[in-house]
């Protein structure tokens, strides 16, 4: 499409459609905890709805809700020994799909099989594998552990997850090279920020410092210390920061990891997750451990519901125009496209290595002069910017 118009002046937006089919890759459903409950639990993803259930066995099991019989919904049933019990007519369905058993009948029929998916439980988290032609995960794509879970040292994850409607996930991945949404978005400043793709992980690196105008809604009050934060994509969907706050060595290892996470619901939804572990520092107690985790996650919270408060009133833009100081989105979005094409489509500009980072010295410079101004005159940008609709936001967020 012609992005100009007749005169060859005005820049016309190309919206482009949201694609029909759902990335193929490792997508994070939420915690193991969470669903290892003795219960079926619905979880609406990829267009359909999925039943995931710990039997006796304790291993979580996921499969599509609908049962084969008269199309009753699982997550609505009970679990039953290993498996769970349609409440409609208590077919029972066992993880790897076959009905083990009908209780009024004299034999299940050899074909009752259902659609099983297939499952990895890694750093506390249930991980589903989606694939539109079928086949199983190859080993190279697994998603890595966070070495700390577990850790006596470590606090448990502290999870939220929210809704959003009426945006492709894309809108989230785009982030991975917004260094300028960070200043205007997120309050913080950033003084150095670099992306690198390869093969199926994309990478963001940047330090940046609290904005000063933003009082009250970064952890830090110290506005010249500078925090790194080592985030990288494994797959279309999954991302782990590494975070080393409040001037921390990044030579050392990170003392925050934070979980950013979704999974499509509809071409135009999608669920948004995100957790916090913190290191527990010496001569803090587990309760204050957990305190801080809940306060960096209510932190990132802020940043996410404006982020989404960004989306469900910006335009979905496939021909962005870009000054320099934005990152490589077009070479972001080519990386993405390998998610969304047949593995015998994907090309050498989707996988091999490409490596950018932005000069952000006049931006710095710019920024810092408005923060000042900000501060001269007593105003926040947090007042005066986005100033999210919390109480309209979190009634649709879920903990
Ligand atoms: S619809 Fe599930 S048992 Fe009949
Ligand atoms: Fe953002």
Redesign the pocket.
Known sequence: MDSTDTDGEVRVIDTGTPPERYARGWHCLGLVRDFADGKPHQVNAFGTALVVFAGENGRLNVLDAF?R????NLAQGTVKGNTVA?P????RWRGDGKCAEIPYARRVPPLARTRTWQVAEISGQLFVWHDPQGAKPPAELAIPEIPTYGSPDWTDWVWNSIEVTGSHCREIVDNIVDMAHFFYVHYGMPTYFRNVFERHTATQVMRSRPRADAAGVSQSTNYGVESQSDATYYGPSYMIDKLWSGGRDPESEPNIYLINCHYPISPTSFRLQYGVMVEKSAGVSDEQAEQIARAVAEGVAIGFEQDVHIWKNKSRIDNPLLCEEDGPVYQLRRWYEQFYVDVDDVRPEMVNRFEYEIDTARALANWQAEVDENLAAGRSAFASNLTPPREAISAESES
């Open positions: 049962c019989h008269m199309g009753g349609c409609f007519h208590d077919w």
